[in-house]
């Protein structure tokens, strides 16, 4: 190199010949590769040799295809490596260059293409194995991506009786959120000496037995009794008739009704005939229960009537029947609950008949108003007074018409339904007051003479059924029945009906609402008539 200015001699160091000369090769390059990759796998290599011992990697997927072996491929050529002009040999490497160059040996000329963007990389976690350099990158293959993920360790319980490993329950027994689900097959449980109590596995529970198959529903006919089964079937047949226009004219097949006050239980029951079952007729009777006032104080009113027969309004004149003496007991109910504490006989017996002869006349002045004959819209009336007093055990029965009043008392039953004599005489000791003074100046005197009757006067009324009374103190262990014709006749006419009903109703506890509609509803041969029927057991 020449200073400023000199002349040109025509010749250069040789330095700066070799140094800039374009036929001297460049010696930037250098056979081993320097790539970030290569520097990674050479830092990778050489911490591993630092640790005591390599890690083993996860076993490979039970579905995993097994590593083929490498083709056999022929040795590559070295790289081409330039000579130095100057006849110098190069440094030689520091140990380790060789993995610095690559983990195979190869230069950047030879190294294999890199794998696909779709082939999953092995997990970071898990370095390789070290084995010696080859030629040849070893061939993987990758698990598929809907292969499961490795399983991880079972917990082990330790002597103490606790669970370790990573997928043990905590304090609270909560499993680690950051351990991987278990895949494999369920194991039996351990016997309880082996495996701890509050880590023991529940066992499954058994499936339920399967329901067994039931058989259509079906229903045993009722009892009966007597020579053999009634003619109509047991069950109801045909409804009756309906106006679209008065559904409220409709009336239920069965109407069942109870009640307990002081030492007595009520039952009471209206049941349709087989005979109205089964020709579409609607129910005749009818029954009300009904209790006025509060406390001691209040009176329990039993009503029942029976429509006359073949008459196409009988079912409304019962139920107005009931009605209209409901209403006029509610309004006498406080001097009635009195007459019956006081035992006022006569009292109670005026009082009664002229409430009765008051409603049954609102019904023939209501027969007269539709146009029927009074015989035409009539019922028989039958009742119940219940006192609420615990301390009073009279019972007081009342009424017009047919039906029957029974008392089982001491396993036999008896039929107290007062007579036409019984209605007349000097009152009873113990049941209320003296009998009303009669004039006994009186002459009657019949001549025989048959007189014809008057044209002004109207003609005579048909004679009326005469009003019956009847006031009986109850006896612990008493039952008193009060029904209609349609269970009276019956009783009268079957024995064994009343002894069917005595086993069922002595000394045993008051049945209850559906016992007691089973009892009155057993059939009879001959009887198809309505049912309705109140009894009341005495504590």
Not at 357 to 384: Q, T
């Amino acid at each position: 190199m020449s200073q400023q200015g000199e002349r040109s001699t025509g010749r250069e160091d040789d330095w700066w010949g070799q140094l800039y000369d374009d036929a001297a090769p460049d010696t930037g390059p250098a056979p081993a590769s320097d790539t970030l990759d290569d520097r990674f796998a050479s830092a990778s290599v050489t911490v591993r040799e630092g640790l005591p011992a390599a890690r083993e990697p996860h076993p490979a997927p039970p579905d995993a295809t097994p590593p083929a072996p490498p083709p056999p491929r022929a040795a590559p050529d070295p790289a081409p490596t330039a000579a130095p002009t100057d006849g110098k040999i190069p440094p030689e490497r520091a140990p380790g260059s060789e993995n610095f160059a690559g983990a195979d040996g190869t230069g950047p000329t030879d190294r294999p293409p890199a794998a696909p963007p779709d082939t999953p990389a092995a997990p970071p976690d898990t370095p390789p194995e070290r084995r010696t350099p080859a030629p040849h990158p070893p061939t993987f293959t990758a698990p598929p991506p809907w292969a499961p993920p490795p399983a991880a360790p079972r917990p082990v319980p330790s002597p103490a009786g606790e669970v370790t490993g990573p997928g043990a329950a905590g304090p609270a027994g909560e499993r680690d959120a950051y351990s991987p689900p278990s895949t494999e097959e369920p194991r039996p449980a351990a016997p309880a000496s082996h495996v701890p109590g509050p880590t023991a596995a529940p066992r499954p529970a058994a499936p339920p037995p399967p329901e067994p198959e039931r058989a259509p529903w079906s229903q045993a006919p009722p009892a009966f009794v007597g020579d053999g089964p009634p003619t109509y079937e047991a069950e109801p047949t045909v409804l009756p008739p309906a106006d679209p226009d008065d559904l409220g004219d409709l009336v239920a097949d069965t109407v069942l009704d109870g009640a307990r006050y002081g030492a007595s239980t009520l039952r009471a029951a209206s049941v349709r005939g087989d005979s109205a079952r089964y020709r579409g007729e609607p129910r005749r009777d009818a029954l009300l229960t009904a209790r006025f006032g509060t406390g001691q104080d209040a009176l329990v009113l039993v009503a029942m009537a029976t429509g006359a027969r073949a008459t196409p309004g009988a079912h409304r004149a019962a139920a107005e029947a009931c009605g209209w003496i409901g209403r006029a007991v509610g309004r006498s109910h406080r001097r009635l609950a009195e007459d019956i504490r006081a035992a006022r006989r006569g009292d109670l017996k005026s009082g009664l008949h002229r409430l009765t002869d008051r409603s049954l006349g609102k019904l023939r002045a209501r027969a007269a108003d539709l146009g029927l004959e009074p015989d035409e819209y009539a019922a028989s009336l039958r009742c119940l007074l219940l006192p609420a007093d615990p301390q009073c055990r009279t019972r007081v029965f009342f009424g017009v018409g047919g039906g029957g009043l029974f008392r089982l008392r001491d396993g036999a039953w008896q039929d107290i339904e007062p007579r036409i004599a019984d209605t007349t005489g000097e009152a009873v000791v113990g049941f209320g007051s003296l009998p009303q003074p009669q004039d006994a100046d009186r002459l009657t005197m019949d001549l025989g003479i048959t007189t014809p009757p008057s044209p002004y006067e109207p003609a005579p009324e048909p004679p009326r059924d005469p009003f019956r009374f009847r006031a009986s103190v109850a006896r612990p262990g008493d039952t008193l029945v009060l029904c209609s014709g349609g269970l009276a006749e019956p009783l009268r006419g079957e024995p064994e009906l009343a002894e069917h009903l005595t086993r069922r109703w002595e000394k045993t506890a008051p049945p209850g609402l559906a016992a007691f509609l089973a009892d009155i509803q057993v059939r009879v041969k001959g009887y198809a008539d309505d049912r309705t029927a109140a009894a009341v057991w005495e504590a």
